[in-house]
């Protein structure tokens, strides 16, 4: 009997029926005026990159320029996220065999994990850190509506030092370069938000400064900037992580894709900022 892994946040930061849901992605994909209205630029060199985890509302016409320009050949994503709670292990491999959206169940990469599990020594298979965490999910039902089928690999991430970052992405990228078992080809892929509850203007300038060190594929960069200018950029580490990684795989450049803020969507004083990026070989 399978171990399934339920969804968390259906209904909260995103619709829990499958119909709604659908349109509501219709919607970010096509409708808004903050998504990409239909656009798709798929690249032969894409490798990843990095996307917002808020409710769809928000966030998700950010996130629909990032997933419009995969390919459908993509049979396996490694997907990065963060743990805002920081329970339980501080970078986890989920235990379950799937992940169920209202869209239905995508299977985990089990031998991915146990050979990455076997080379990195502090990740650990962990339940707790993704029983109630939502920024890996809410990436679910854009990579369904994409991809169609496809197996993951859910990693969470909560406090690493920049040895450990660049240790899990090097390692990452070495099991990325060995063949597919599924066929198809690999993305990674991390899950970020930008600066949390401040001015518009605010938010901008110090979006901004993360964002530069992502564009420029600068992993300890990002790290020292975030610290420094105290930017509350949840996902800094999942994006570190993958930036260690695609510089490994040999990554020649990323392109900013979208960004924007939880104010372009309801007027508000105090926003959150967005930001889709694709990097590419």
């Known amino acids: 009997m399978q171990r399934v892994r339920p969804p968390a946040v259906a209904g909260s930061f995103y619709p829990a029926e499958a119909g709604e849901l659908k349109k509501l992605l219709e919607e970010c994909f096509v409708a808004s005026p903050l998504g990409p209205q239909g656009k798709r630029s798929i690249s032969p060199s894409f490798l990843g990159g990095m996307v917002p985890h808020a409710g769809y509302i928000y966030s998700g016409p950010c996130a629909a320029h990032f997933y419009s320009g995969l390919q459908r050949e993509i049979g396996s994503v490694v997907l990065l996220g963060v743990d805002h709670r920081g329970m339980g292990a501080k970078a986890a491999l989920s235990p379950a065999d799937c992940w169920e959206t209202p869209l239905g169940?995508?299977?985990?990469?089990?031998?991915?994990?146990?050979?990455?599990?076997?080379?990195?020594?502090?990740?650990?298979?962990?339940?707790?850190?993704?029983?109630?965490?939502?920024?890996?999910?809410?990436?679910?039902?854009?990579?369904?509506t994409v991809l169609g089928e496809f197996t993951f690999l859910p990693i969470s991430l909560s406090h690493l030092s920049e040895e450990e970052c660049r240790e899990l992405g090097q390692a990452i990228a070495r099991l990325c370069e060995t063949e597919n078992g599924s066929g198809g080809k690999r993305v990674l892929i991390a899950s970020s938000d930008l600066s949390h509850y401040l001015s518009p203007k605010e938010t901008e300038r110090l979006d901004r400064m993360a964002l530069e060190a992502v564009l420029a594929l600068d992993p300890p960069g990002l790290l020292r900037i975030v610290e420094e200018e105290n930017i509350s950029m949840c996902g800094v580490i999942p994006t570190a992580v993958f930036l260690f990684a695609a510089k490994e795989l040999g990554a020649r450049q990323a392109r900013l894709l979208k960004h924007c803020h939880s104010g372009d969507v309801v007027p508000m004083r105090e926003v959150v900022g967005y930001a889709s990026v694709a990097v590419e070989l």
């Open 105 to 144: 169940r995508v299977q985990v990469d089990r031998e991915l994990a146990g050979l990455l599990g076997s080379e990195v020594g502090f990740l650990k298979r962990d339940e707790l850190p993704h029983r109630h965490e939502h920024s890996i999910e809410v990436q679910l039902p854009f990579l369904q």
